[in-house]
């Protein structure tokens, strides 16, 4: 993983293996580089808080730019388990907010297309890159602790895999900063965490949602080797990165993944 300061008009962090994959292109922007104002400060993704509109759509444009594909999609995440794939068809009938294409609510966005960018937002959530070079699938997927217990990322896969004909074996997986152990604390784990996870816990109440993901994604058929994780919390890098965690009322990173058109 590097930080690619130098090169890119807004910071942003990139995994070695997805940026070996020729056409792909993707990256987690950091909290820096945008326009919003505190609590917002300053490159805030979503739509969804009291955050000026303009100050959102200016900062999406960046990371439109940054990335240089000609179309962003998200959707309004829900903590739940759905998965869009946006095909040829689908892309035309979604509603637009410029800068971005806004798909039904879901999750996990995925795309075989080319020229368009899966953006998920995150503050402490996991944002999961995949990418499949050899079908051209790739996903975006947010997973919180409860998209953790929901299994999202093993059920994206296993998606992707029956429907549209991804290749787990050969498919790569980044995992974006996000809570890590050291800060993952619940108190009430026993009512919001099913048993078979308490094994994850690194000490009492603390919780390893990195390793859940890579068990998750191995199990699903991904190999060990093609996962990359930042292996950077939000809450202890909040200077960088928005925590909701760590600031409550905050505004939210862009992560993004899609084809360059050619
Ligand atoms: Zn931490």
Avoid at 66 to 87: K, M, P, T, W, Y
Wanted: charged residues 20%; glycine residues 10%.
């Amino acid at each position: 993983m590097k930080q690619d300061i130098a090169v890119q008009s807004l910071p942003r962090l990139t995994f070695g293996n997805l940026s070996g994959v020729p056409g792909l292109v993707h990256g987690v922007f950091t909290r820096h580089g945008g326009v919003s104002l505190p609590p917002y400060e300053s490159l805030n993704a979503s739509w969804g808080d009291s955050d000026s509109p303009g100050a959102v759509r200016e900062n999406l444009t960046r990371v439109k730019n940054a990335v240089g594909l000609e179309r962003l999609v998200s959707s309004r995440q829900v903590h739940g388990d759905a998965v869009n794939f946006i095909g040829k068809e689908s892309v035309e009938e979604l509603d637009e907010r410029p800068p971005t294409l806004i798909a039904p609510p879901a999750d996990a966005l995925a795309t075989n297309m080319s020229g368009l960018g899966l953006v998920i937002k995150i503050a402490d959530c996991q944002s999961i890159f995949l990418a499949d070079p050899q079908s051209r699938i790739i996903a975006n997927i947010h997973s919180g602790w409860r998209g953790s217990v929901q299994n999202i990322a093993g059920k994206t896969v296993r998606y992707l895999k029956d429907r549209f004909g991804l290749n787990p074996a050969q498919t790569l997986a980044g995992v974006s900063p996000s809570l890590g152990p050291c800060c993952a604390q619940f108190v009430n784990y026993r009512h919001e965490i099913p048993e078979e996870l308490w094994a994850f816990q690194v000490r009492p109440q603390y919780f390893d949602f990195w390793a859940i993901t890579r068990d998750q994604l191995i199990s699903a058929g991904i190999g060990e080797g093609n996962i990359e994780f930042a292996a950077r919390c939000t809450v202890c890098g909040k200077a960088e990165f928005f925590s909701y965690r760590a600031e409550g009322s905050t505004g939210r990173m862009a992560s993004v993944i899609g084809w360059k058109s050619f």
